[in-house]
T-cell receptor, first 111, second 112 residues
């Protein structure tokens, strides 16, 4: 069964304290893995797409990496404005209509 | 207007009401989606439209009825909803179904 598991559910960091969020997935052939950021009461905001193991993408303090079983979102020296829920989704090769989302990691960065 | 716009942002309706959610995308995309987001649960894909044709219906109850009159507009018609249908309803669009989707701000629906 195709599924996505994100951990931890919630993460509290001090400003400047680097950490990583995990997205483990099981899918019958991966077309793409997507990372989104979601602020309270708003729609998800697209961050990255990763297509193959070994691929990395960076944007400001965020860096996403991909292996055959999981993806990590590394946050370097986070700031309070990085506080949000981070969502991971996978799209299988066999059906481009399907996007399986994880439950998200709620990140809180304290000043 | 840019991106994906949803109206209304908030909606309270009784179980016997009929209402519609509207979504408009200004990105030139050709695929549109409806998602449901409930508290503590992953986003659930409800419907997918590609080139104005419905290509996916994930076992959604018939009290939800989508409509896609053209590639820029998507509606979700609601009737005789249940309290458990209260959630954030998100519209998204993409250029072909194989690429990343861009989301609107959502409609917060409360069924009383």
């Amino acid at each position: 069964e195709d599924q996505v598991t994100q951990s931890p559910e919630a993460l509290r960091l001090q400003e400047g304290e680097s950490s990583s969020l995990n997205c483990s997935y099981t899918v019958s052939g991966l077309r793409g893995l997507f990372w989104y950021r979601q602020d309270p009461g708003k729609g998800p905001e697209f961050l990255f797409t990763l297509y193959s193991a070994g691929e990395e993408k960076e944007k400001e303090r965020l860096k996403a990496t991909l292996t055959k079983k999981e993806s990590f979102l590394h946050i370097t020296a986070p700031k309070p404005e990085d506080s949000a829920t981070y969502l991971c989704a996978v799209q299988p090769l066999y059906n481009f209509n399907k996007f399986y989302f994880g439950s998200g990691t709620k990140l809180n960065v304290k000043p | 207007e840019t991106g994906v716009t949803q109206t209304p942002r908030h909606l309270v309706m009784g179980m016997t009401n009929k209402k519609s959610l509207k979504c408009e995308q200004h990105l030139g995309h050709n695929a549109m989606y409806w998602y449901k987001q409930s508290a503590k649960k992953p986003l659930e894909l409800m419907f997918v439209y590609s080139l104005e044709e419905r290509v996916e219906n994930n076992s959604v109850p018939s009290r939800f009825s989508p409509e896609c009159p053209n590639s820029s507009h998507l509606f979700l018609h609601l009737h005789t909803l249940q309290p458990e249908d209260s959630a954030l309803y998100l519209c998204a669009s993409s250029q072909e179904r194989s690429t990343e989707a861009f989301f609107g701000q959502g409609t917060r629906l409360t069924v009383v």
